[in-house]
């Protein structure tokens, strides 16, 4: 055995992510060029949502889960929505459920559009950040603007408003659009839905890592939609379960370099919720353009390459704007905003698919309508496990690397998943410490 004084020891350390949605780190110990220990750390102070919702009235979970984030706002709220509407028993069905279906459409492209074009990209292409990028690709950086403003519009329309969404409401909505104004978007959305085309042909020229794992994916399935905010919790590797056994068959779990839970599979660990775990799970579900567009650049119905994330995330992309046409082609307004419901204490669970993966909710309401328990799990914490070990394989296949090498891609690993600590172009500090 080597003395420890001759041992070469080296800390990779980004003390800070900078322009991310929260606060976090990244510290890999290497020790004889062995990766002997990977933390992704978030330090950002807890929120307390769910104690801050604790005594309210239960009607206004929506309102309050969609300030969480300013990202994936109506995730929140409709997943909040769900689990309300599972305590009440209701049902909303048909053009209502359309509309839920078509506002979640224009937080994907939000989402996604602002992920794939201004924080994903420049990593491809040698960038430091979108600005930067933009002097040389400026037609594609307009073009992702673009998009990203037709999901806005969608938001604006069904939400009132492009962020933190208020026109949603337990059993419906407050208020209904017209026709007229939903055909007011499809032109624009039907330039887009081209437009997403390219953005897929775009990103496939990419060069991409040659890796692959063997994740465990978990999303929602449907039988006959792709899932946004309808299905049951399944893997790829066996797990079917509904809301309501969440709880017992995923546990969330505390590390003590992290303010963010993680967790896991009961008995089996991480697993990996998101757009590639959509994608694995509910192909068959994509509609025609998705699939041929798919065909085209010759991507499989399969994808576990992690850096082929922003490919999914484009057909994604594709598909919710695809969506949003045949939604708003078929719409004809109900003759209510809303499904009547009377008031009744119970625990309810709602599961829907935020841009990042599943999000879970789970409520106690009482007799008066308060809510007397809150639980969310949102998806990067699930993620965050997993995200840990595609950096410690990574780093293990790639130790003769440079420094600067393996950081850059670290940072561009993390940037994979889209964790909604919200990463972007780059990290602020970077120190490597050898002893």
Not at 34 to 50: A, Q, S
Not at 317 to 346: C, H, M, N, T
Not at 368 to 386: E, R
Not at 420 to 425: F, G, L, M, N, R
Request: some cysteine; overall charge negative.
């Amino acid at each position: 055995m080597k003395n420890n004084e001759h041992k070469k020891t080296k800390k990779i350390e980004v003390n800070y992510l900078a322009r991310v949605e929260g606060e976090g780190a990244l510290f890999v110990d290497i020790e004889d060029d062995e990766v002997k220990e990977v933390k992704l750390k978030i330090f950002e102070p807890p929120r307390f949502f769910e104690a801050l919702l604790r005594g309210k009235d239960f009607r206004e979970a929506p309102d309050i889960t969609a300030r969480i984030c300013g990202i994936c706002p109506v995730a929140y709220q409709m997943s909040a929505v769900h689990a309300m509407e599972d305590i009440l028993q209701v049902e909303v069905e048909g053009q209502l459920a359309a509309l839920r279906r078509l506002l979640y459409c224009g937080e994907w492209i939000e989402s996604h559009s602002l992920h794939i074009y201004m924080l994903h990209a420049p990593d491809f292409l040698g960038f430091p950040d979108a600005i930067k990028m933009a002097q040389k690709f400026p037609d594609d950086v307009k073009r992702g603007l673009r998009i990203k403003k037709a999901g806005n519009s969608i938001v604006a329309l069904l939400g009132g408003r492009e962020i933190h969404p208020i026109n949603v409401k337990i059993g419906g909505f407050y208020k209904l659009p017209e026709k007229r104004e939903l055909l007011k978007l499809a032109e624009e959305l039907k330039w887009a839905r081209e437009a997403a085309i390219e953005t897929v042909r775009w990103v496939s020229q990419f060069s991409f890592p040659d890796i692959e794992k063997d994740y465990e994916f978990v999303s929602l399935v449907h039988p006959e939609l792709y899932p946004l905010d309808a299905g049951r919790i399944q893997s790829n590797k066996g797990l079917d379960i509904s809301a309501s056994e969440f709880d017992q068959w995923i546990e969330e779990y505390q590390v003590d370099y992290s303010t963010a839970m993680q967790a896991r599979i009961k008995g089996r660990g991480s697993y990996f919720a998101g757009p590639m775990a959509r994608y694995a799970l509910n192909y068959p579900n994509l509609s025609e353009i998705v699939k041929q567009t798919a065909r085209d650049i010759s991507f499989p119905e399969v994808c576990r390459n992690p850096f082929q994330s922003i490919i999914v995330r484009a057909l994604e992309v594709l598909y919710a704007f695809d969506e949003a046409v045949r939604i708003i082609e078929q719409y004809e307004k109900p003759p209510s905003s809303e499904i009547p419901f009377k008031l009744k204490a119970g625990v309810g669970y709602g599961c829907t698919e935020a841009p990042r993966g599943i999000l879970y909710h789970r409520y106690k309401i009482g007799e008066d309508g308060s809510i007397q328990d809150a639980i969310i799990v949102p998806p990067t914490s699930q993620n965050q496990k997993m995200i840990e070990e595609d950096l410690y394989r990574y780093l293990v296949d790639h130790i003769g690397d440079t420094e600067e090498a393996l950081t850059k891609k670290c940072e561009q690993l993390i940037r994979n998943h889209d964790p909604c600590i919200s990463c972007s172009a780059h990290f602020l500090k970077v120190k490597f410490n050898r002893l």
